[in-house]
């Protein structure tokens, strides 16, 4: 059934789980579409909710349609206009949209720009840039409460509540679902990176779920990435988010086996990545840096992903490099991940110790207190200090606190190799 975070329940009946992942793909387009034609942003995922609870009513006693988006799509514009009769709100939006086709097959509604209209209604400035991230979360890229929670390291009461007075805002604001002016973008680029970044993110690491990705996130973001550089070729960070999107997706094909199983970055078939799409990544990164404005957060975190696309092995990677641009990194975006990533490059330098003090560090300071992120790394480094006992331990506790199936299970993987190499040596290590 569905949640209050939007989305439905994991598992369920074989209709349930075509639902999520209709739920999934079509959501923002859908979202988007009433919010054009409403004018409400809040109005527009109200009644989306509650085309989601009807098909959860109507399929599994008549089937699942044909064309399930623009089932649900038919059903949220009367949903919408229902809110408006019981409020005998009739005014000509309500007559516009009263006398408009239900949503057939060939339905040709421009819902790309859509999408990209509700990316920069989400990311009003009368929002907090909290605000406008779990909101954008919410509806484009269709994230339940507790996933938002889990990436941007939250409770989840805290999230939901951050939605609801974001979608109030934007009511009593009567902000506009449209696309600003161009001399209003600025004020919004900001917050617009911020999420197509973090939509991206949870694409290529799923924070739950069954699977390591979701492609169809991260595919998504990129293409909305893509149409910002178009429309901001002066912006250098516009083009540096595209470049770090474009060399961390052409990994996507390496990361699973043939069996489906995860492949970790050291042990993956650097022949399967995907070329053309590095390229892209690199000739983006040259574009922000022909700007001539320094390298942004960004545009270092994709130089950072160039090192890894241009080495033949993670042994032959400039980890000395890696290690400089996590450092730029950090002074100019403090985050206690970038101190977790950079520790792992010191420690690919040859100075594990220090890494882990530095892990340690993160660890006391409670930034990441329910994360799998530092039992994960410092598992990984106790592992190479030869503190099995201790690493074994480490990665359990991170497997527990992991969202993600994938994670949990390459975790669980590293423990159980671990036992059995302090079997062999009789528990000595």
Same mark, same amino acid.
């Given at each position: 059934m569905a949640r209050g975070g939007g989305g439905l329940s994991p598992a369920g009946s074989p209709t349930e789980r075509a639902l999520e992942t209709v739920w999934r793909r079509e959501s923002a387009r859908i979202v988007g579409a009433l919010a054009r034609m409403t004018g409400d942003l809040g109005v527009a995922e109200d009644a989306a909710q509650e085309a989601l609870v009807e098909a959860l009513r109507v399929w599994p006693r008549d089937g699942v349609p044909r064309n399930t988006g623009a089932w649900l799509l038919?059903?949220?514009?009367?949903?919408?206009?229902?809110?408006?009769?019981?409020?005998?709100?009739?005014?000509?939006?309500?007559?516009?949209?009263?006398?408009?086709p239900a949503a057939e097959e060939d339905d040709t509604e421009p819902i790309d720009d859509d999408i990209l209209r509700l990316?920069?209604?989400?990311?009003?400035?009368?929002?907090?840039?909290?605000?406008?991230?779990?909101?954008?979360?919410?509806?484009?890229?269709?994230?339940?409460?507790?996933?938002?929670?889990?990436?941007?390291?939250?409770?989840?009461?805290?999230?939901?509540?951050?939605?609801?007075?974001?979608?109030?805002?934007?009511?009593?604001?009567?902000?506009?679902?449209?696309?600003?002016?161009?001399?209003?973008?600025?004020?919004?680029?900001?917050?617009?990176?911020?999420?197509?970044?973090?939509?991206?993110?949870?694409?290529?690491?799923?924070?739950?779920?069954?699977?390591?990705?979701?492609?169809?996130?991260?595919?998504?973001?990129?293409?909305?990435? /893509?149409?910002? $550089? #178009? +429309?901001? !070729?002066?912006?250098?960070?516009?083009? =540096?988010?595209? *470049?770090?999107?474009?060399?961390? @997706?052409?990994?996507?094909?390496?990361?699973?086996?043939?069996?489906?199983?995860?492949?970790?970055?050291?042990?993956?078939?650097?022949?399967?990545?995907?070329?053309?799409?590095?390229? /892209?990544?690199? $000739? #983006? +990164?040259? !574009?922000?840096?022909?700007?001539?404005? =320094?390298?942004? *957060?960004?545009?270092?975190?994709? @130089?950072?992903?160039?090192?890894?696309?241009?080495?033949?092995?993670?042994?032959?990677?400039?980890?000395?490099?890696?290690?400089?641009?996590?450092?730029?990194?950090?002074?100019?975006?403090?985050?206690?991940?970038?101190?977790l990533n950079r520790a792992v490059a010191l420690a690919m330098t040859g100075s594990p110790e220090e890494a882990l003090a530095l892990v340690d560090a993160v660890a006391a300071s409670g930034a990441l207190r329910d994360s799998h992120l530092v039992p994960s790394i410092r598992g990984e480094l106790l592992t190479r200090l030869g503190r099995d006992a201790e690493a074994r331990e480490e990665l359990l506790r991170a497997a527990e606190r992991a969202g993600n199936r994938t994670q949990r299970d390459v975790l669980r993987t590293k423990a159980a190799a671990l036992a059995e190499h302090l079997e062999d040596d009789g528990g000595r290590r």
């Amino acid at each position: 059934m569905a949640r209050g975070g939007g989305g439905l329940s994991p598992a369920g009946s074989p209709t349930e789980r075509a639902l999520e992942t209709v739920w999934r793909r079509e959501s923002a387009r859908i979202v988007g579409a009433l919010a054009r034609m409403t004018g409400d942003l809040g109005v527009a995922e109200d009644a989306a909710q509650e085309a989601l609870v009807e098909a959860l009513r109507v399929w599994p006693r008549d089937g699942v349609p044909r064309n399930t988006g623009a089932w649900l799509l038919a059903v949220a514009k009367r949903r919408a206009i229902d809110a408006w009769r019981r409020t005998d709100a009739r005014d000509e939006r309500y007559r516009t949209i009263a006398l408009e086709p239900a949503a057939e097959e060939d339905d040709t509604e421009p819902i790309d720009d859509d999408i990209l209209r509700l990316v920069f209604t989400a990311c009003h400035p009368v929002l907090s840039r909290e605000s406008q991230v779990a909101l954008t979360l919410r509806v484009v890229g269709g994230l339940t409460s507790e996933e938002i929670a889990r990436m941007l390291l939250v409770p989840v009461p805290t999230v939901q509540a951050r939605i609801t007075r974001a979608k109030k805002t934007l009511g009593a604001a009567h902000v506009p679902f449209a696309t600003p002016e161009p001399d209003e973008w600025a004020e919004r680029l900001g917050g617009v990176l911020a999420v197509v970044y973090l939509l991206f993110t949870e694409g290529y690491a799923a924070t739950s779920g069954e699977r390591w990705t979701r492609e169809d996130l991260a595919n998504e973001a990129l293409r909305l990435g /893509r149409i910002l $550089a #178009a +429309l901001l !070729r002066r912006e250098p960070e516009v083009h =540096g988010l595209v *470049a770090l999107m474009e060399l961390q @997706a052409s990994r996507f094909r390496a990361r699973y086996d043939d069996a489906g199983a995860a492949v970790l970055l050291a042990d993956q078939d650097r022949t399967r990545w995907d070329r053309a799409q590095i390229e /892209r990544g690199r $000739a #983006a +990164l040259r !574009r922000s840096d022909a700007l001539g404005r =320094g390298r942004g *957060a960004y545009a270092l975190q994709a @130089a950072i992903a160039e090192c890894h696309a241009v080495a033949p092995s993670v042994a032959d990677t400039d980890w000395e490099r890696i290690l400089l641009l996590y450092e730029a990194l950090g002074r100019l975006a403090p985050n206690p991940v970038v101190e977790l990533n950079r520790a792992v490059a010191l420690a690919m330098t040859g100075s594990p110790e220090e890494a882990l003090a530095l892990v340690d560090a993160v660890a006391a300071s409670g930034a990441l207190r329910d994360s799998h992120l530092v039992p994960s790394i410092r598992g990984e480094l106790l592992t190479r200090l030869g503190r099995d006992a201790e690493a074994r331990e480490e990665l359990l506790r991170a497997a527990e606190r992991a969202g993600n199936r994938t994670q949990r299970d390459v975790l669980r993987t590293k423990a159980a190799a671990l036992a059995e190499h302090l079997e062999d040596d009789g528990g000595r290590r």
